[in-house]
């Protein structure tokens, strides 16, 4: 809580959420939600921060959902060689044209792709997985209901109905036209990289042998793919303001327009990043994200590559060995 305090403060940031799971079991670890209040003296100011962010507000949360997209792919033959180079040109789509952040050429493989955060090349791999399969997909993952917690503030997302429209699939793949929680993500990631299963978040602490069986959503050499692929983000793509010295981090970056009335604000975002760590034996997934995070002198622009990437790093560096992870820059992904 501390880490999000102080990012959020230099990025002036209107609110943030963090969340900490272990991904074999499904533990909540910590969660935080920022600002906070004291519940003795609730005042008028502090309506707007009642909700918890990490499990209850739900917003478009963007580029973070890419892997994925990535994993479903990879999981249906739709992704079998990561050398291929995949159209990066730009998508039109009922009429309109959808274009990458920034240009990085019109071929690019799916390591690149991830690490550049292309939009065209995920719409195109969405195409091949298919509509059907990739909302089912989400909807195994738990992105059409509220998340498991034994606690009340559990947000319902919204979540397009079937069956989805080639546009609500290519803008889907990477987290657009659905509103989820940071809780959801976790999940989500944790799945992604402890082997393939999905597990329900819990307050409880449990024994050894006592995590529940789960459900798998993932192959397991997909999920072994899916490590590789994120700690490339975090050497060398989005990712690598978040990579913690020593802890072996992967992740991915998500910058989403906030909704302002009924249109997208071109000025006001979601910022997040969704890492594990350490990614030759993932144990942690660790999700912060910030509300309308601006430009200021501490902080060079508004996506999450420049604030909630270095908040996630700062977290691992002060929480990971309190959890039992100490640095090692001897040990790595294969």
Known sequence: EDEMRRGMKRANADGAAGVVLDVDTGELLAMASLPDFDPNRISQGDANNTGNRASYVIGELGSVFKPLTVAAAIDEGVVTNLTRQWDASPVEEGGRLFTDFEDKGDLLTIPEALAYSSNTVTMRVAEGVGSKRLRELWVELGMDSKPELEIQAR?????????????????????????????????????????????????????????PEGTRVFKASTSLKMRQLLRLVALHGTGAKADATGFRVGGKTGSAENWVGTLFSTTRIISTFAAAFPMDRPRYVVVVSLDEPKITHAMAGRTAYFNAAPIVGSVISRTGPMLGVKPDDNRDVD
């Open 155 to 211: 947000g319902k997302p919204r979540f397009p109905k079937a069956p989805w429209t080639p546009m609500t699939t290519k803008v889907a793949s990477y987290g657009h036209g659905f509103n989820v929680t940071p809780l959801h993500l976790a999940n989500a990631y944790a799945a992604m990289v402890n082997g393939g299963i999905l597990r329900p978040a819990t307050l409880m602490k449990l024994e050894p042998g006592e995590a």
